[in-house]
């Protein structure tokens, strides 16, 4: 049987292990810009957009000093962070480029654009905006016809304003 959950369903959060706290702060915190809500001494840090308790817990209680896992093993494939619009993804893409960290991909989706890079720990990370539902690609029957074209970066930089 199958169970269908309540459509306001969302995860809450994710919360990663990593090798070092301040070095996954710096990109965390640093680059992407989530705020600090509660640190745990050395090993533990929760971060948040807009005061929530957190949206991304860092840890290194299994992990400090550790190495990601290698290719070809199971785990979490990305972490994808939902920003509210277009302009505020322009702007995590500008903070990205000003840092000089390296992008892996970026696509429009028909349903959404995305761009795709690696933390400092080698975990996956989806920074995205939804377009709106009325927008979506849909095909002659009104299924969902999702797509993976190139994304136009320099006018998503153009957003940033």
Not at 29 to 45: D, H, K, M, P, S
Not at 85 to 97: E, P, T, Y
């Amino acid at each position: 049987m199958t169970q269908i959950l309540p459509p306001e369903t969302r995860i809450g959060h994710v919360h990663l292990k990593v090798a070092d706290i301040d070095r996954a702060l710096a990109f965390y915190q640093g680059i992407l810009g989530f705020e600090i809500t509660q640190r745990y001494g050395t090993q533990a840090v929760f971060l948040s957009a807009g005061g929530y308790h957190h949206h991304i817990g860092l840890n290194t209680w299994e992990s400090r000093r550790g190495r990601p896992p290698a290719p070809g093993t199971t785990g979490l494939y990305h972490t994808a962070i939902l920003f509210p619009d277009r302009a505020s993804l322009g702007a995590a893409l500008k903070r990205i480029v000003e840092a000089g960290w390296p992008l892996e991909g970026a696509s429009d989706h028909g349903v959404s654009e995305a761009i795709y890079l690696r933390d400092p720990d080698d975990n996956g990370v989806e920074l995205y905006r939804d377009r709106p539902e009325a927008e979506w690609p849909r095909d002659a029957a009104g299924n969902l016809a999702m797509i993976s074209a190139q994304l136009d970066l320099h006018a998503l930089l153009a957003e940033a304003g």
